[in-house]
């Protein structure tokens, strides 16, 4: 096998409906632009211009509140310092300050869209690098329809994410000239933790800004929120999920706006954003609509840990799907991460080898580990006699091939089921169909319990079940480190069922595991059934 994947295996590509919420970066993936985009939410594509009215527009809006400028800027107890600044900037100065100041003070009269009309204005008179500043200086300036005052220096502020959005946009697709100049206004505006959150996402090829963002990262919390987002927006090397420690997703961002922000995280970061990421869909319960793209994501993801990470989640909603994508996007890796899994004796281990063969039949041309040596089959005289009886060979699933599941070896050793005895075991089991108790006297009960096991890794809801008929301690052990996942993640159902199978594997091994689950506080559904099935078995 080779040692090295091919070039494309390391690259990101993030498809056009992934890159339809992006929040650009300078160098990053390019936003998708074939379908309408509200520019209300701040998006931007390539070619995206000033509205050339705006600049009017931002200027008939001071007039309109000129009288209550001059009382503001007036104003005894105001700060002089930023009065200074709105005063240069209404003579006409390149101030950001001072434009940062005037938005405050009309916007805390006037409300609604007043900073989407300023930020508009500014870019049209005097481009997106001055807007950038203007806003990064809004955000230490408080609304006052009285006087004009710093915020607190640690102070978090509402955000206008739409206009910051939009202005990131213009500076990551604009001209390398505008986006140095941004840079170069910005570094003077970074006074206090959510002004330098701010700067950050607005120019986030700045990874020394960055790095100082991560040592302070907002909480998690109502007025801290939308500055979560920025930061999760601005990293950009491993470096910055380092610097986080155990900062890390949380419910909080998954807000409604947030739906690009997990591509724009991987946009950022790349392959080191995998833990990050499946960290959160081990905790949570996403968002429905956007639960296929969020696996699809760590799908596409380069580097083996991604690969990996999704094939250990080989049985939750969309895994399935976009593993074998990832298989056929990334072969070499593909059957590297799998060969090594497969020998791993980890608990994806009997999957991945199922996965590894078919992969390796479907593209000869990668050369895999050596197949290790399997029993004979069995003679048709000493096999159960369920599984010999006359019939049509069942429809079984794609993954049901015998030759990719782990052989089910006889008690005494003489022999394996062959093929055609592996297809009725697998239909017996797909129906939970009491026969199995004929075939489980006859067969090694770890081969069979490994069988069982490898069909369950593949998602499909019969196989849980069926694991209380061909399951033994280690499955019962198995199942039980997985059931705090599935609670966390609002699958209490499958946990019951989990306890239900454990309890019907019926060795003392696994009534011992029953008996841990019902103190285990996992959750009172769990924990109520384990009891009732462990009393139950012990009568």
């Not at 500076?171 to 002004?195: D, F, H, I, K, N």
């Not at 198995?478 to 996942?485: V, Y």
Request: glycine content about 8%; some cysteine.
């Amino acid at each position: 096998m080779e040692d090295q994947f091919p070039p494309d295996e390391d690259v990101l590509v993030l498809p056009e409906p992934l890159r339809e919420d992006l929040h650009p970066r300078r160098g990053g993936a390019i936003p998708g632009g074939s379908r309408l985009y509200d520019s209300a939410e701040g998006k931007v594509r390539s070619g995206d211009t000033a509205d050339s009215a705006a600049g009017a527009k931002a200027a008939k809006l001071v007039e309109e509140h000129r009288k209550h400028l001059d009382r503001v800027l007036a104003a005894p107890r105001g700060d002089r310092d930023l009065a200074e600044h709105a005063r240069a900037y209404l003579a006409g100065a390149d101030d950001p300050a001072g434009a940062a100041a005037v938005l405050a003070a009309v916007g805390a009269r006037r409300g609604r869209d007043t900073t989407r009309i300023f930020t508009d204005g500014w870019i049209a008179d005097r481009g997106p690098a001055f807007a950038a500043a203007a806003l990064a200086e809004h955000n230490t300036i408080a609304n006052s329809t009285s006087r004009l005052e710093r915020l607190e220096a640690d102070l978090f502020r509402f955000l206008e994410s739409v206009c910051l959005r939009r202005v990131r946009g213009l500076l990551a697709l604009g001209p390398e000239e505008e986006y140095e100049r941004a840079v170069e206004r910005l570094a003077g505006s970074r006074r206090t933790r959510s002004q330098r959150l701010v700067v950050s996402y607005l120019v986030p090829t700045r990874d020394d800004w960055v790095d100082e963002c991560c040592l302070e990262p907002p909480a998690t919390g109502h007025g801290e929120g939308a500055y979560r987002a920025l930061l999760w927006a601005s990293i950009s090397t491993p470096r910055h999920l380092e610097l986080l420690g155990d900062w890390r997703l949380e419910e909080w961002d998954f807000g409604a706006y947030s739906s690009g922000m997990r591509a724009t995280m991987a946009d950022g970061a790349g392959a080191a954003i995998a833990p990050v990421l499946v960290d959160a869909w081990d905790r949570m319960t996403i968002y429905k609509p956007w639960r296929e793209a969020f696996v699809e994501l760590i799908s596409l993801l380069p580097g083996d840990e991604a690969f990996r990470l999704l094939l250990e989640r080989y049985d939750r909603e969309h895994a399935r799907t976009y593993l074998r994508a990832a298989m056929e996007r990334c072969p070499v890796r593909a059957a590297r991460v799998l060969a090594g899994v497969a020998a791993s004796g980890s608990r994806s281990a009997l999957l991945a080898a199922g996965l590894l063969h078919a992969h390796l039949e479907a593209h000869p041309e990668l050369a895999g580990p050596p197949a290790p040596p399997r029993v004979p089959d069995a003679p048709a005289g000493d096999l159960p006699a369920v599984l010999t009886e006359p019939g049509r060979a069942p429809r079984l699933p794609a993954y049901a091939d015998p030759d990719a599941l782990p052989q089910v070896l006889l008690k005494d050793a003489a022999g394996a089921l062959p093929a055609d005895a592996v297809r009725r075991l697998v239909a017996l089991a797909r129906k939970d169909d009491p026969r199995l108790a004929e075939v489980r006297d006859a067969c090694d009960r770890r081969s069979l319990a490994d069988l069982g096991w490898a069909l369950f890794l593949h998602g499909d809801a019969w196989a849980l079940p069926a694991l209380g008929r061909l399951g033994d301690d280690r499955t019962a052990s198995d199942l039980a480190e997985l059931i705090p996942g599935w609670v966390a993640r609002g699958l209490r159902a499958r946990g019951v069922k989990a306890v239900d199978a454990i309890a019907r594997i019926g060795t003392a091994g696994a009534r011992a595991v029953l008996e841990g689950i019902a103190a285990s506080g996992t959750h009172h559904t769990i924990t109520t059934a384990a009891r009732q099935r462990a009393a139950e078995a012990a009568r």
